[in-house]
């Protein structure tokens, strides 16, 4: 898969490299439409999530594109300002990174918020679950990988 922050979509592909569908653009302020797509995890149902930084949300599509909703991080805490990446562990933890907001916020996907990992002068741009509930995050402001225990 490829986001693509331009064109506003995201780019499915075959393990060849060739093109199946995409998805997430179209007219501006439906909710199925992607602004800045960013960072993009896949979860055990092949439901694809992706850092919609420009909306300001994490948007969840099926595995054929179809747009199931953008649930995570609709409540404060846990509101994002330019999510820009996003991982799932295997217990279906989700992690966000935040450049606006300089954290990375944790969800249960069926019960909601769960917490934050900020760090003073974080920018938090890439994030990936570890071994158990290690987040490996990649900080572009200090130029560094920080690994915390969630």
Known sequence: MISDSVLNRVSMLSPQGEFILCF???KPGAEYTLNKPL???????DNVYV????NSRVAV???K???????IGKSMPGEFQ????????SEGLVAVTDTGTHCVQVFKE???YLGAVQVEQFSP???AWGPGKTLVIGDSERKKVVVVNV
């Not at 960072?39 to 149902?45: R, S, Y």
């Not at 850092?51 to 420009?54: E, L, Y």
């Not at 594109?65 to 649930?71: A, D, E, K, M, V």
């Not at 330019?82 to 562990?89: F, G, K, L, R, T």
């Open 24 to 26: 997430g653009s179209g």
């Open 39 to 45: 960072g993009i995890a896949v979860d055990v149902k």
């Open 51 to 54: 850092a919609d930084s420009g």
């Open 61 to 63: 599509f099926n595995h």
């Open 65 to 71: 594109g179809c747009y199931l909703h953008s649930n």
């Open 82 to 89: 330019s999510p820009s990446d996003v991982s799932i562990s």
């Open 110 to 112: 069926s019960t909601g």
């Open 125 to 127: 741009s890439n994030v």
